[in-house]
């Protein structure tokens, strides 16, 4: 009753389902008066689903409601490891429909329909691998009387995985019915459009906390992203805690409590498995290196790094602060196997960054003990030169990853050593994947794909998440400014950039996929959440899918992706007012 003594309503809106979209009514007005979620879930082709699947899609325009006991499991799987790892996925879905009961805030609607869920599993891969088949078909179906079945066929866990993650979109607290509702008649036929779908998350500029590594790791998974590099090390801390060589975090780290030891980041590494994730570790170098090598004439090493803190940097080195390793000493290579060790041991990961950008000559020019050497080896000091000893130590590096690793794939940015005269004398095709950092219109992006190299995109003018804040080293905004909006992120698409380069029907094996680059020069634990969601949503569906449409047409469902993430606890930040999540299609200026 209200003080004007008005019997109210509390639910007098309906949703009715019109060209593909929710329609807000009152109830008196509504044809088939839905709530919003009922309505959201049957509404167009694709419902909710994100991203967006790449074959066949069924979605019928009838729910059923369930409780999540009601929910039984039968796995036939090839080994006991794999059907463990099922279970353990099992159980993360199961706390996906106890999320939404709680949501709803009330006892749920008692319900006598019995979801059996027949998961089958032909392979036995336990760890995820770039090469890992990720496809899986989900079909369901009612039967006659309150049996829902729910069919899952995947040839890998990982494929279930996304099987359960897309049937988890097929289910929302409905606030008229009391209770969760799931659709009742789905077919679903999917597979990734690329097999490197990933974020990078810089560690070193600030330390990110584990329990944000872990979330990052959650929001991933929501939105089958399978990649999560780890800048690990820089200039400006080294947080990686060796048990092999502890000076670098004692050297480098912020803190004692801004680190992270074998044990954390191999829990973190578990965690991210069993979500779909794989971890790729980056050692950056021989740039980017100060904090944490500094400790070599300490312990009778000699300089591990030179020009360390050096205040004049002009033509030096990227900073601050300013370093770079020392190609020269050989105790050099030797710490880098240690670490490479012990990350084998964090990570056991099967391709390795090596970082190798933003190399500056300026500091090793100026080092008597670099200069000599090239004298020694019969070299110079003109840029060729200097190249040369890049290629050295790029070379060096790559004989101690094998050494600890095997013949893996080794991942490194585009730089000047990448460039048209001077990336295939030193970096090999057959060895090195390159992520593009540089900008979509950069002619080098061609030039590697022709020359035969493998392909990570990251480009700065769509992928860079750091972007449109203030400078951090002066006044203004900062270098790659502006900001990102979720709209670009969605339309940067690498086969586009490749085609208007000239490359139109690019070999699908050597173009890996993509990175969103979340530099943390002003980014935490207080802020990544929001850098990150839903914009990282955006790439998910642009390399899951490669969706022929632009953001406009994905709109709606991004819009419900991000009040998705807030639910399960990530705090991503609002693209649009509520309002226009409530009414479909009209927050767009023509």
Known sequence: MSELGFL??????????????CVKKSKNNATAGTSLET?????????????????DVFIGSAVVNVISQNFVFET?????????????????????????????????TPSNSMIVVKIDCSQDDIRITYNTDESYELRITQELGEVVRVSITAPTAFGVRHALETLSQLAAWDDLAGS??????????????????????????????LGDLYRTVDGMSYNKLNTLHLHLTDAHSFPFD????????????????????????????????????????????????????????????????????????????????????NPVNENTYGVLELLFSDLKEAFSPDVFHLGADEVKFGCWNITEEIVDWLEDQGRGREEVDFYYLWGYYQNRTLEKVDTVYGNIPVIVWTSSLTEENFVENVITPERYIVQIWTESSEPSIASLYNKG???????SDNWYLDCGYGSWVGDGNNWCSPYKGWQLLYDNDPLEILANQGILNPDPQRIWGGEAAMWTEQTDGGTLDGKLWPRGSAIAERLWSNPPGKWRTAEKRLVHMREVLCLRGIGADPVQPHWCHQNEGVCYYE
């Open 39 to 55: 309505c959201k879930l049957v509404c167009g082709q694709y419902g909710i689903l994100w991203p967006v699947p790449t074959g």
């Open 8 to 21: 109210i309503d509390a639910s007098i809106w309906r949703w009715d389902c019109e060209n593909e979209f």
């Open 180 to 209: 969760v509702v799931l659709v009742n008649e789905v077919f679903v036929s999917d597979r990734p459009f690329y097999r490197h779908r990933g974020l990078m998350v810089d560690t070193s500029r600030n330390f990110i906390q």
């Open 76 to 108: 036939n799987a090839v080994t006991d490891a794999s059907r463990v790892l099922i279970e353990e996925m099992v159980d993360i879905f199961r706390g996906y429909l106890v999320s939404m009961e709680a949501y709803g805030g009330i006892e749920p």
């Open 453 to 459: 190299y493998d392909l990570i995109f990251s480009n």
């Open 242 to 325: 060796s048990p092999s060589v502890p000076q670098m975090a004692v050297y480098g780290a912020y803190s004692e409590r801004k680190k992270y030891t074998v044990t954390d980041l191999k829990a973190l590494n578990e965690y991210a498995n069993t979500r779909g994730i794989r971890i790729v570790p980056e050692l950056d170098g021989p740039a980017h290196s100060a904090y944490g090598w500094q400790w070599g004439p300490d312990y009778g090493l000699g300089d591990l790094a030179l020009c360390v803190n050096r205040l004049n940097r002009t033509n030096v080195c990227i900073g601050p602060p300013c370093g770079i390793q």
